[in-house]
Every structure is written in structure tokens, then in C-alpha cells.
């Protein structure tokens, strides 16, 4: 992954969620994928302190991506 020019490597817990048909009759597949990173190893070292205490933006960050794709057909004629 890279932001802001800084390139670290992340891993993605990936998770296959299943396969549908989607309204038109085109088969899909659904997948999910989750890592967490931390800021500061992208040089993101800024901490946002919010008056009442705590920071606005913590050190480590959650990212979750949720995707669908569609599936050809097994046979092409």
C-alpha cells in the first residue's frame, strides 16, 4: 500500500462470502478483506487531540473492503 509517496506491505484477511445470481441471471462471487495499518508507518504522524480528550484519528487504522465479481461463463462458443 502506498500514501503519500511511503510503500509498506499489508496483508488482507480475506474471506469468500459466496456466490449468487445477481437480477439479470449473471453469476457473481463476493469476497471481503480486512487489515489494519498504522499511521505512523506511512508517516501520518500528526495526532488530531480533541479537546475533551482522546484523538480524533487513532494511531492504527481499520480498512474493509468488500467486493463483488462477476463470473464468465464456463463455456465460450
Do not use: W
Amino acid at each position: 500500500m502506498t500514501l503519500y509517496g511511503v510503500t509498506c506491505p499489508v496483508s488482507l484477511a480475506l474471506t469468500f462470502s459466496g456466490v449468487l445470481n445477481d437480477p439479470s441471471g449473471k453469476m457473481r462471487a463476493a469476497f471481503q478483506a480486512k487489515t489494519k495499518v498504522n499511521r505512523k508507518d506511512f508517516g501520518l504522524i500528526t495526532d488530531l487531540d480533541r479537546e475533551t480528550g482522546g484523538f480524533l484519528v487513532d494511531k492504527d487504522v481499520t480498512i474493509n473492503i468488500a467486493e463483488e465479481v462477476l463470473l464468465k461463463s464456463a463455456v465460450h462458443r
